[in-house]
Structures are given as structure tokens and as C-alpha cells.
């Protein structure tokens, strides 16, 4: 156990005794400008809930797995696909994954996008989609919309 059963929540989406890490390993999948926090991990339970922060204009990894995973926006707005479905999103709203669906989150331009992640502790890891996959997902005219800008950007 920590020193502390609470962790107090400091400015700007932080909280006492939780570090602030890298999303994933640069290069090992396309994003851009995405935190994580690990707030809870419990073994017993199984369960772990992470906070992200998408900088303004930036996206999370397209990608699908198949656990599942709900997410509760705390901060901003921005858009997210979810399996062919794009939505916009707001602070409160929650999205849920259901396993093997593709997913993405994006911040707007002019606010970071902030929201909790609970998921199972033990999980597969992530799966990338391959260039027939993204061709399929392209040819929907909203979720190529979504995923221009993406293209746009040289990593």
C-alpha cells in the first residue's frame, strides 16, 4: 500500500505518488502527443484504471484487443472512432469498447482531451491494423474524414 490510502489530485490532471510516463514506446505504433497514469492496480481484483491525456490535435494508437475497456472523458472534447462509428466527445461522456473493435481518440485543436480508462489488469497487447484493414476502414467516408489528418503528419 502507498504511504497514503488517497492520492490528492494536484493541478493540471495530477495526482500525489502517481508518475506521469510515455504512452507507449515511440515507434512502436503510430500516435501523437498522448501521457498515461497508472491511478489504480489491483492484483486481486484484476482491475486497472489509467488516466491519458491527448495534447490539443493529438491522437491515440488506431488499434483493437480483445479485452474490453470503458472510458469517462474528465477533461475537453475531441472525437473517437469506435468500430466504424465516428463520435464526438465531451467532458463526462463514457465510451465503451467492446473486444476486437477498432478504436481511436482525438483531441480538438484547441483543448487536451483527458479521460479515465478501466480495463482488466491482465490484457492482451494491443493489434495495428494492416494496410487491407485500413483500406476497408478509408472507404467510409467519416472514419477516412477522421483519420486524414492523421496521414498528414510524418512521425
Same mark, same amino acid.
Given at each position: 500500500?502507498?504511504?497514503?490510502?488517497? /492520492?490528492? +489530485?494536484?493541478?493540471?490532471?495530477? %495526482?500525489?505518488?502517481?508518475? #506521469?510516463?510515455? $504512452?507507449?514506446?515511440?515507434?512502436?505504433?503510430?500516435f501523437r502527443d498522448? #501521457? /498515461?497514469?497508472?491511478?489504480? +492496480?489491483?492484483?486481486?481484483?484484476?482491475?486497472? %484504471?489509467? $488516466?491519458?491525456?491527448? +495534447?490539443?490535435?493529438? %491522437?491515440?494508437?488506431? @488499434?483493437?484487443?480483445?479485452?474490453?475497456? +470503458?472510458?469517462?472523458?474528465?477533461?475537453?472534447?475531441?472525437?473517437?472512432?469506435?468500430?466504424?462509428?465516428v463520435c464526438e466527445?465531451? @467532458?463526462?461522456?463514457?465510451? @465503451?469498447?467492446?473486444?476486437?473493435? %477498432?478504436?481511436?481518440?482525438?483531441?480538438?485543436?484547441?483543448?487536451?482531451?483527458?479521460?479515465?480508462?478501466?480495463?482488466? /489488469?491482465?490484457?492482451?497487447?494491443?493489434?495495428?491494423?494492416?494496410?487491407?484493414?485500413?483500406?476497408?476502414?478509408?472507404?467510409?467516408?467519416?472514419v477516412a474524414a477522421?483519420?486524414?489528418?492523421?496521414?498528414?503528419?510524418?512521425?
Open positions: 500500500m502507498r504511504d497514503t490510502p488517497v /492520492r490528492k +489530485a494536484r493541478d493540471g490532471f495530477h %495526482w500525489d505518488q502517481v508518475e #506521469t510516463l510515455h $504512452y507507449k514506446d515511440e515507434g512502436s505504433a503510430p498522448v #501521457t /498515461r497514469q497508472v491511478l489504480f +492496480a489491483d492484483a486481486a481484483g484484476g482491475a486497472e %484504471w489509467r $488516466y491519458f491525456e491527448v +495534447a490539443p490535435g493529438g %491522437w491515440s494508437t488506431l @488499434e483493437r484487443h480483445e479485452h474490453t475497456h +470503458a472510458v469517462m472523458v474528465l477533461r475537453g472534447h475531441g472525437r473517437c472512432l469506435v468500430g466504424e462509428r466527445i465531451a @467532458e463526462r461522456d463514457l465510451v @465503451e469498447v467492446p473486444p476486437m473493435t %477498432w478504436h481511436q481518440f482525438r483531441a480538438a485543436p484547441d483543448a487536451p482531451l483527458g479521460f479515465l480508462c478501466l480495463v482488466s /489488469r491482465e490484457r492482451d497487447r494491443p493489434q495495428l491494423p494492416d494496410e487491407e484493414t485500413l483500406a476497408r476502414l478509408r472507404s467510409l467516408p467519416a477522421f483519420l486524414e489528418p492523421q496521414s498528414r503528419v510524418k512521425r
